[in-house]
Every structure is written in structure tokens, then in C-alpha cells.
């Protein structure tokens, strides 16, 4: 796949004063595991050049709104462009968007008892025999989150709802147990997905074939600054989040460790980055 090549730091920018130097800054995450886990990191790669750091988070429209009223400095992180570039659109001359720390994409799976020779592919899903067995009620996530608008749009796209398979939006918490639960009782379910996510790792998940391209591309996940807040960021801290290069794997790795080890995402961010120093300067 082609990863979109999203814009670096411009020069010049404004300058930092004496005063702004260590200045608080917010850093608001979208409030799933996997942001905060990406968020965490972000906080103390500030941190570690001298800023103080506060922590906020709230669902996909509201934390890009809230930025939009100059109330959260850092984001972590923007999908771009197929997910979240709807909301960042409306105020994107006020913010600057840096460089991709991983490079996230939507899926749906289906757990790895269920035979990729029987469901390859989304469409198999409307095989009478696989729609029979199938449970076809289909949960999400947030409805404002990108793979739940997509998952919407394909139950009628693909004849899914002639057949009466249904896309319920819900919380992180709804979601997450409906997994565990069918993954417990060797269910045929479908589940909305995304990489990086921890489910993915603990369960095996098998994506299928989506060949209408309706999951969209893959997204630069980016954190966006905005640029109200660039006089009181130090340079070698916008820098180095510039080019923090993360990756999937890292995510996932995190997000592990938050849910599956109960570690908070503050301390997994400190786990990782005592094996991986590099990241702080």
C-alpha cells in the first residue's frame, strides 16, 4: 500500500520566548487504548525537553473541537487522511500537522477458528451457508471513529442488510467484551478492527479481503500542534516529535501492556522507552 506523506515542520515558526520556556502544555488523546498509549509517549518525549504536561482525552469529534478552541496544544494522534481529516478540516489553518508516528489502518476481522477457505473475504459473509452460522449483529466502536463510519456504510454496500446483519456503535468497553466473550465461546462473529490494537495481538484476528476499498487507505497517524501553542513549545521538543518514527508494532506492543498487563499508559510509555532512550532525544 502507498503511505500518504503528510507535511513536516515549516520554517520559520514563531519564535519560543524566555518565558514560554517549560511552559504546561495539554496533550489530548481520543479516548481508546491505543491513543492514550501513543499520548503517553508524546507526554514524555515533552516532558523530557523541559515541558510540564497535562493529560486530557474525549471522543473523536469533541478532542478535535476542543483543539479547534485552542483548549488542547498537542493532539495524538490525527488519522490522515481517510479518518479524522472530516474534523481537523475545519479549522486546519490554525494547526500544524506533524510527522507520522505509525501508520494505522481499518479491517474487519473474523477470530482464527473460522476457516479462511469459508470467509476470505467481506462478501463472503453474504454466503447463505456462512450467513447462517455467522452472528450478524456487528459491534463497534464510537460512532464518530472512522472504521465505525466505514462499517456502516459497508453492511449496505456489500447486501449485508438483506440479510440481517446490523452495525451497532458502542463504547471501548462494550466492544472490547463482546470480543472476549465470542472469542471464549468460539463464536462466528465479525468484529470492525483496526491496526495497531492489542486485540489483534492477544487473539490472532484475521482480516478479510475488502476489495470495494470502502475501510479506506492507509492513515498517517500525526500529531497535530496547534499553532497558537508553537511560541511556548521548545524547538528541540517540536522537533523531535516531528520525527518520531513509532510504527504499528510499537502501538500494539503498548497497548498490551496497558490492557493485557494493567499497566497505566504513563507507565507503559516509561517501559518502553527505557529500552528504546533513542526516542527521547
Known sequence: MTVPVLMTVPSPEPPVTTSAL????TVGNIALSFHRAAAALTRRVLEAHGHRTAGIEAPHEQLFRLQAEARVDVLVSAWLPASHDVYLSAYRER????GAHYHPYCVWA???YVPAGEVGEVADLARPEVAARMTRAIDGINPGAGISRFSARMIGAYGLDRL??????GTEASFTARVER??????WFVVPLWRPQYLNRLHGLRPLAEPKGLLGAVDAASP???????PRIRPAALARLDGL???NEAIEELDTWINADGLTPLDAADRYLAAHPDLLV
Open 224 to 230: 497535530v500542534v496547534h499553532r497558537a501553542a508553537l
Open 22 to 25: 517549560g511552559a504546561a502544555l
Open 95 to 98: 494547526a500544524l500537522v506533524l
Open 164 to 169: 440481517g446483519y446490523t452495525f451497532t456503535p
Open 110 to 112: 473474523v477470530p482464527p
Open 245 to 247: 518514527r513509532l510504527g
Open 182 to 187: 465470542g472469542i471464549a465461546e468460539r463464536e
